[in-house]
């Protein structure tokens, strides 16, 4: 085995001495040495004065659609969950609760303006202008359970398709098909 080294004397460890903006850094407060609290408030030393975030700066926040939609001036379909930099201002109250207006452009560029209104009376959203709203409807049936509409009823579709999944029916296109073909070719 080896000796075993023994212990020097350790060296006194020497400490980096902070400087004062990482010491101030460290605790969250800075103040600049050009700054007198009785001359003027920080915010307006830095300049920072007309607010921290884009809805203070610019009345800016980010509105996320509800519901999907289409665009009244191109008619481009917007999705749900479809992100937008959207004005916010009060448009009344209902009782005490305040109606909020969002105004956004189309994402498409066409330069439509959507409107949305918070509806606190039936806890919705009123799409009031440049937005139309897409309204599901759904049918409940107890043998396929709840299935969508769509806008409008589309049972007529519906039995169009009941028909192209029928194999008897296939077996009967299938047979005028080659009826159709024999004959143009003789």
Known sequence: ?????????????????MSTL????ADNFYYPPGWDPSQESLSQHTGHTKGRNQYEQKGLIRFELPFDGWCCGCGKHVGKGVRFNATK?????????????????CPALCGTTFVIRTDPKN??????????????????????????????????????????RDPMAALERKNDDRARARAAAA
């Open 1 to 17: 085995p080896r000796p075993r080294r023994r212990n020097r004397a350790a060296a006194p460890r020497r400490v980096a001495a």
């Open 123 to 164: 806890s919705d959203y009123a799409f009031d202008a440049g937005i139309r709203r897409k309204v599901e409807s759904y049918d409940e049936d107890e043998a396929t359970g709840a299935r969508a509409l769509g806008e409008t009823d589309h049972r007529k579709q519906e039995e169009e398709m009941r028909k192209k």
């Open 89 to 105: 201002d009060q448009d009344g109250s209902y009782f005490s609760t305040k109606i909020w207006k969002f105004t956004m452009g």
């Open 22 to 25: 990482s010491a101030a850094r």
